[in-house]
């Protein structure tokens, strides 16, 4: 079955209804490595629940919650899964998520743009996450590159493709960061952030990493995005999480657990809440997340 663009944008989603704990909250962190040094005490109250003020959530966490699973991977999408890849990463935080709740995860696909032939298809899927009383606590959304979906507009007799998002903004290339920020990611840390709910098993399998092209398992991409809001919020926002509102990411290159995320933040001259961002791997001196941008209050 091949892609279709009426089916897909008008794909049902039923609300998913998530009951987060502290536990929850705490096995996040964990698996983005805070507690790697139990002598942090910048890292504590995102992993214990008696740290002083009590627990805090990464806002990052946001966009593993009323996530509706792999549903790409279902038959009736037509989506050549083994070769869909995380394109970008956007989140807008409306409020300081609590460290746990019942809310309700809303979502839908919102554009579908096609490359062309061989060149693959844009895929947005957004996510309108509101507390069980219908709070709206942030609005996320995935942009994914279709890498073996290219073409369909013009199969069926023609069909739609959607202009694309506005584009993000390149990082400077003309001055060197305002905040440098080092994270070691655990050799195991694809397996652990698979818990959050994103099962593929591109982050597990050797032999569907394989398949997809890669030497081995690489990291969720969502995992690297936490990395780098965590970076933010020590760097620029003295370690509270409550001050990154926003932020938005491309993913450039896999990376593989084991290898160390140098993040790199620069300020803008037009506001001074407003940080771009891009991160590298430091073992291969490879960009692996750019066209970083964030808000931070």
Known sequence: MAVSYQHLK?????????RYTERDTMLYALSLGLGNDPLDAAALPFVFEGAAGGLRTLPSQAVVLGYPGFWAREADTGIDWVKLLHGEQRMRLHRTLPASADIVGHNRITHLTDKGEGKGAIMVTERRLETADGELLATVQQVSFLRGDGGYSQRDGGQ???DPLPALRPTPEDRAPDFTDIQ???PEAALLYRLMGDFNPLHADPAVAKAAGFERPILHGLA???LVAHALVRQCADHDPS???????????????????????WRTPDHPNHFQVRARVAERDKVVLSHGWAEIA
């Open 10 to 18: 008008q794909r049902p989603f039923a609300p998913v209804r998530q």
């Open 160 to 162: 739609p493709s959607d």
């Open 184 to 186: 070691a990611i655990r």
């Open 224 to 226: 690297s995005y936490g």
């Open 243 to 265: 001050r990154l509102r926003a932020l938005d990411i491309r993913f450039t290159a896999p990376v593989f657990p084991g290898e160390t995320l140098v993040t790199e933040i």
